[in-house]
């Protein structure tokens, strides 16, 4: 039976697989409505049309996490794919980031089953309850409205959400090993709960320190399991996701 946590989280959020383009279009507005008019990260000039897409987005899978009571989406993530037809294609963590040595994954065959989580993005509007001021459009600035007393011990734990749409992803595509760059306080949090990814080089500045990652579900999945069994269990859909770890 899936703990307290997982059960309190689905109850006030979902996560929708992006598998059509009206739902991949959501993703794109929703990562504009971040990157672009609350933190400014990317030029609105670059991307017009209100969308926020790169090159990486046609060999990405998508995810978006949907509040139930309003309806709104909360938050998206993507994970790229391996380029089957060209497994030495390069993944964005491998353009913008130098690698310690012998840490690169280079062997084709493995590279098969590499991804990249990317493109996280939480409205400002589900930041509010953990201090972060702000309103995605179409949802009052008040946003604790919306939510019920034990819905907002659930809300700091988006980003697990989040990874939880990722897990998903490397499950039905058959991956076992992540690239990621994170900030130094998600890399901390995901620790605290077992979640442990190899830094494989060194911090670099873009938009703040981000610290480049790679994670091998194989060990990650059962030593979550071991810290932090809630954890594992609303990561994993109670065990539904486990990337053929047990």
């Not at 306080?185 to 610290?211: K, M, N």
Request: hydrophobic fraction near 40%; charge should be negative.
């Amino acid at each position: 039976m899936a703990t307290d946590l997982c059960t309190a989280f689905n109850q006030y959020f979902e996560l929708l697989h992006a598998d059509s383009d009206q739902l991949r279009e959501e993703v794109f507005r929703l990562r504009y409505q971040v990157y672009i008019v609350e933190t400014g990260f990317e030029r609105c000039e670059d991307h017009p049309n209100g969308i926020e897409r790169d090159v990486f987005d046609e060999r990405s899978d998508h995810y978006l996490l949907r509040h139930r009571a309003t309806g709104v989406y909360a938050a998206t993530a993507r994970m790229i794919l391996p380029d089957l037809s060209a497994p030495l294609a390069p993944f964005p963590i491998e353009r913008h980031c130098p690698f310690y040595d012998g840490l690169a994954i280079r062997d084709p065959e493995a590279r098969r089953r590499l991804g990249e989580l990317s493109r996280f993005a939480v409205s400002k509007a589900f930041k509010k309850r953990i201090g972060e001021a702000g309103s995605l459009i179409g949802v009052s600035g008040k946003v604790d409205m919306y939510f019920e007393p034990d819905e907002r011990r659930v809300l700091p734990h988006l980003s697990l959400g989040l990874f939880a749409a990722e897990l998903r992803m490397m499950h039905e595509h058959g991956l076992t090993h992540g690239y990621a760059v994170m900030e130094p306080a998600l890399y901390r949090l995901l620790g605290r709960f077992g979640a442990t990814f190899d830094q494989i080089g060194p911090a670099v500045d873009y938009h703040g320190e981000r610290i480049p990652c790679l994670g091998n579900v194989n060990e990650t999945l059962p030593n979550i399991k071991r810290v932090a069994r809630s954890v594992w269990e609303l990561m994993t859909d109670a065990g539904r996701y486990t990337c053929g770890t047990e």
